[in-house]
C-alpha cells in the first residue's frame, strides 16, 4: 500500500514523500475475531495488517483512497483502495487494521 498520510494520528501535515509499506491480508473471519464486534467485516472488505509483530506498518489520515498493489508475475496489479482504519500504530492493538 502506499499513501502521503501523515505517520501517526497527532501529526498536523502529510508527508512531503509517497510513504510506501508491505502488508499482509488477513481472512475476514481471523480479523472480525481480532477486532471483536467494534466492526462488522463485510465480505466486500479486505481487511490488511503489518506483515509482523515486530515493526508495525498502518495506514493514517489522508491515506484514503491510495492503492493496494499486489505483484502478479512480475506485473502491478492494482486489488484494492485504502478505505479506513482502526486506530493508527496503537499500542491496544497487537495488529493495526486496514481496510480496502
Given amino acids: 500500500m502506499s499513501g502521503w498520510g501523515t505517520k501517526r494520528e497527532e501529526d498536523m501535515y502529510f508527508q512531503e514523500n509517497l510513504q510506501k509499506a508491505a502488508v499482509k491480508i488477513i481472512p475476514n473471519i481471523d480479523c472480525q475475531q481480532m477486532i471483536g464486534h467494534d466492526l462488522i467485516v463485510e465480505e466486500s472488505m479486505l481487511c490488511i495488517a503489518s506483515p509482523d509483530s515486530e515493526e508495525s ?32 500504530l496503537k499500542p491496544s492493538f497487537n495488529n493495526h487494521f486496514t481496510f480496502i
Fill in 57 to 88: 506498518v498502518d495506514s493514517c489520515t489522508g491515506d484514503q483512497g491510495g492503492p493496494l498493489i499486489m505483484d502478479d508475475n512480475g506485473h502491478s496489479v492494482l486489488i484494492g483502495l485504502i478505505s479506513f482504519g482502526i486506530g493508527t
